[in-house]
């Protein structure tokens, strides 16, 4: 079953008016794409009993098809215009998890042009206006807020029941005057996650999703040639779940099949509907990937059912560490013959920058621009910033009801703030690889700078597989301190650790590599403090922000000094 990945697919390098040097795709996106609507008319009208959605019910799990799915999107686009007077442009802001329901919503605010906008639920817990909340709506300013039944913003914020929208458009048959729709037209918004500043609104147009969508479908046609079949968890409120993949299935005319977030209470029954529906593609995150490698390497039914029609497993590249890539490689040697893939991507961007030419070598890969889009690396202080241009970056952003610009630079690129390389692979590919976030670098009282994200990716490795996470600390102080989060208890883990760590120190002795004390974390992050991305990765920033009375001690003598066994 193993495929080319990007058939002919090659980095072309060319010049910037001023001689800096900027690379693209040889894979050129395809012109005059469809609207992600018209595809999901397509896939109705060409096969419509196909299963798009399915969702868990009280004792098995429920579905809905493209047929069903694009005539209950239309009584309901119908409900929304007729009985709460909404018009093209207008915002509608959701409060529901991913399931049948809010797909069906989703999909009737694209074909009744109005803004879909799914909200963060922890903010909006409580289900008040607030400090917490007010940054949202002012970004969003929705014309109507749906929350699902239950929810205290049905009676907060004069929030309409999802259920009852439902209700209000069931059996209707209505005619197919969807709103004409133009590239420019804005389809969603979503939030900057918020990690360092407050969030900020993205729109994301019409155009944007197509370009992102074929371009995908473009340098990955294996993508297109069968149709993803997809066990997903991710939250719609994010662009990962929310966007690029949900209508990365109904591109390509494939199914999605909601997920629990991965957890050990959860990935037992995550693992039975994985056999039941063989995906095609598994898109995961560094957490979702552990659990689902501590299940399946020692279940080899269900590792076989698992693989049984998988042609990829794909997860962010900046994400993973040295240990979990080292089971996952032995796991694809061990069980057929699918590729391991990865991408990078931004809100700003539509989700997606790069995706991967060629099956992994080593994590930190983020492989090659889209096709139609370019990457440039600018010098700041030393590093190279990841710069990109092309049709998926977003209009502008939305903060306190305004339209701001994003930060351009003179030659047209958004730029990430992330640090890249570009190097070649054993086999003479060039790739991008991730470097670190230039937002988390900072420097000691002596001046000299730290670039946290190298220096954390190094001690991850030297303390693999003991550590889940460190958090690096010393801004402004005279030495650098670390909290790790360690994968396992056990009594002799600080010495291990400890003799780990001053290994590092003995070959990496510079103030800005050594590491003078360290300490276990006693308690994981917290998601609902924002510690903890919903890919399950520690927002440093947030974090030491925090905790700072941790990163006090530990710079006071607390905790532990590093010492060889």
Same mark, same amino acid.
């Given at each position: 079953?193993?495929?080319?990945?990007?058939?002919?697919?090659?980095?072309?390098?060319?010049?910037?008016?001023?001689?800096?040097?900027?690379?693209?795709?040889?894979?050129?996106?395809?012109?005059?794409?469809?609207?992600?609507? $018209?595809?999901?008319?397509?896939?109705?009208? $060409?096969?419509?009993?196909?299963?798009?959605?399915?969702?868990?019910?009280?004792?098995?799990?429920?579905?809905?098809?493209?047929?069903?799915?694009?005539?209950?999107?239309?009584?309901?686009?119908?409900?929304?215009?007729?009985?709460?007077?909404?018009?093209?442009?207008?915002?509608?802001?959701?409060?529901?998890?991913?399931?049948?329901?809010?797909?069906?919503?989703?999909?009737?605010?694209?074909?009744?042009?109005?803004?879909?906008?799914?909200?963060?639920?922890?903010?909006?817990?409580?289900?008040?206006?607030?400090?917490?909340?007010?940054?949202?709506?002012?970004?969003?300013?929705?014309?109507?807020?749906?929350?699902?039944?239950?929810?205290?913003?049905? $009676?907060?914020?004069?929030?309409?029941?999802?259920?009852?929208?439902?209700?209000?458009?069931?059996?209707?048959?209505?005619?197919?005057?969807?709103?004409?729709?133009?590239?420019?037209?804005?389809?969603?918004?979503?939030? +900057?996650?918020?990690?360092?500043?407050?969030?900020?609104?993205?729109?994301?147009?019409?155009?944007?999703?197509?370009?992102?969508?074929?371009?995908?479908?473009?340098?990955?046609?294996?993508? /297109?040639?069968?149709?993803?079949?997809?066990?997903?968890?991710?939250?719609?409120?994010?662009?990962?779940?929310?966007?690029?993949?949900?209508?990365?299935?109904?591109?390509?005319?494939?199914?999605?099949?909601?997920?629990?977030?991965?957890?050990?209470? +959860?990935?037992? !029954?995550?693992?039975?509907?994985?056999?039941?529906?063989?995906?095609?593609?598994?898109?995961?995150?560094?957490?979702?990937?552990? #659990?689902? #490698?501590?299940?399946?390497?020692?279940? $080899?039914?269900? %590792?076989?059912?698992?693989?049984?029609?998988?042609?990829?497993?794909?997860?962010?590249?900046?994400?993973?560490?040295?240990?979990?890539?080292? &089971?996952?490689?032995?796991?694809?040697?061990?069980?057929?013959?699918?590729?391991?893939?990865?991408?990078?991507?931004?809100?700003?961007? !539509?989700?997606?920058? +790069?995706?991967?030419?060629?099956?992994?070598?080593?994590?930190?890969?983020?492989?090659?621009? #889209?096709?139609?889009?370019?990457?440039?690396?600018?010098?700041?202080?030393?590093?190279?910033?990841?710069?990109?241009?092309?049709?998926?970056?977003?209009?502008?952003?939305?903060?306190?009801?305004?339209?701001?610009?994003?930060?351009?630079?003179?030659?047209?690129?958004?730029?990430?703030?992330?640090?890249?390389?570009?190097?070649? &692979?054993?086999?003479?590919?060039?790739?991008?690889?991730?470097?670190?976030?230039? %937002?988390?670098?900072?420097?000691?009282?002596?001046?000299?700078?730290?670039?946290?994200?190298?220096?954390?990716?190094?001690?991850?490795?030297?303390?693999?597989?003991?550590?889940?996470?460190?958090?690096?600390?010393?801004?402004?102080?005279?030495?650098?301190? /670390?909290?790790?989060?360690?994968?396992? !208890?056990?009594? +002799? #883990?600080?010495?291990?650790?400890? /003799?780990?760590?001053?290994?590092?120190?003995?070959?990496?002795?510079?103030?800005?590599?050594?590491? !003078?004390?360290?300490?276990?974390?006693?308690?994981?992050?917290?998601?609902?403090?924002?510690?903890?991305?919903?890919?399950?990765?520690?927002?440093?920033?947030?974090?030491?922000?925090?905790?700072?009375?941790?990163?006090?001690?530990?710079?006071?003598?607390?905790?532990?000094?590093?010492?060889?066994?």
């Amino acid at each position: 079953m193993s495929f080319l990945v990007a058939p002919g697919q090659e980095l072309v390098e060319e010049q910037l008016p001023d001689g800096r040097l900027f690379y693209r795709s040889s894979t050129p996106l395809p012109g005059d794409l469809p609207d992600i609507f $018209e595809r999901l008319v397509k896939w109705a009208a $060409e096969q419509p009993g196909r299963t798009l959605l399915t969702e868990p019910g009280e004792s098995t799990r429920v579905s809905i098809s493209y047929g069903a799915a694009l005539f209950r999107a239309r009584g309901m686009r119908q409900v929304l215009a007729r009985g709460y007077g909404l018009r093209k442009g207008d915002c509608v802001a959701t409060l529901a998890p991913a399931g049948i329901d809010a797909l069906v919503l989703k999909l009737a605010c694209l074909s009744g042009g109005f803004v879909h906008t799914a909200l963060p639920p922890f903010p909006f817990r409580g289900g008040v206006e607030n400090e917490a909340t007010r940054p949202f709506l002012d970004a969003a300013k929705p014309k109507l807020i749906v929350a699902p039944a239950g929810h205290p913003a049905i $009676e907060g914020m004069n929030a309409v029941s999802l259920g009852e929208l439902v209700r209000e458009s069931t059996g209707k048959a209505v005619p197919a005057l969807d709103e004409h729709a133009s590239p420019d037209d804005w389809a969603a918004i979503f939030f +900057t996650s918020g990690s360092t500043g407050a969030p900020k609104g993205v729109p994301i147009t019409r155009g944007m999703i197509s370009s992102n969508q074929g371009a995908i479908a473009a340098i990955w046609p294996f993508v /297109a040639e069968t149709p993803p079949v997809l066990v997903d968890w991710l939250p719609w409120h994010h662009v990962f779940g929310g966007l690029d993949n949900i209508f990365k299935v109904i591109w390509n005319g494939g199914g999605m099949h909601v997920d629990a977030a991965p957890s050990p209470s +959860t990935i037992e !029954a995550s693992i039975r509907i994985m056999a039941e529906v063989s995906p095609t593609m598994h898109i995961a995150v560094p957490l979702g990937l552990k #659990l689902l #490698l501590d299940w399946l390497e020692g279940d $080899e039914p269900a %590792a076989r059912a698992f693989t049984s029609k998988l042609r990829a497993i794909f997860f962010a590249g900046a994400g993973i560490d040295a240990e979990l890539w080292r &089971r996952l490689v032995t796991f694809r040697d061990s069980h057929g013959d699918f590729q391991i893939l990865s991408g990078y991507g931004a809100t700003e961007a !539509a989700s997606t920058i +790069t995706l991967s030419p060629a099956p992994l070598e080593r994590p930190g890969e983020l492989g090659h621009p #889209l096709p139609g889009h370019r990457i440039a690396l600018f010098d700041i202080d030393g590093r190279a910033e990841l710069r990109v241009s092309g049709p998926n970056i977003a209009p502008c952003y939305l903060i306190e009801g305004r339209r701001v610009e994003l930060p351009m630079d003179e030659h047209g690129f958004y730029p990430t703030g992330d640090a890249a390389v570009l190097r070649e &692979r054993s086999d003479g590919i060039p790739v991008f690889g991730f470097d670190g976030r230039l %937002a988390e670098d900072f420097k000691l009282s002596s001046g000299v700078k730290v670039r946290t994200g190298p220096l954390r990716a190094g001690l991850m490795a030297q303390c693999a597989p003991l550590a889940d996470d460190i958090v690096i600390s010393g801004e402004n102080r005279d030495r650098l301190v /670390a909290l790790v989060f360690p994968s396992a !208890a056990g009594k +002799t #883990l600080v010495d291990e650790l400890g /003799a780990r760590i001053a290994g590092w120190n003995a070959v990496n002795p510079g103030g800005s590599t050594t590491i !003078a004390r360290f300490d276990l974390a006693m308690t994981p992050a917290c998601r609902a403090k924002g510690e903890l991305s919903d890919k399950g990765q520690i927002v440093q920033s947030r974090y030491l922000r925090n905790h700072a009375e941790l990163f006090d001690a530990l710079q006071a003598g607390g905790g532990q000094a590093p010492k060889s066994a």
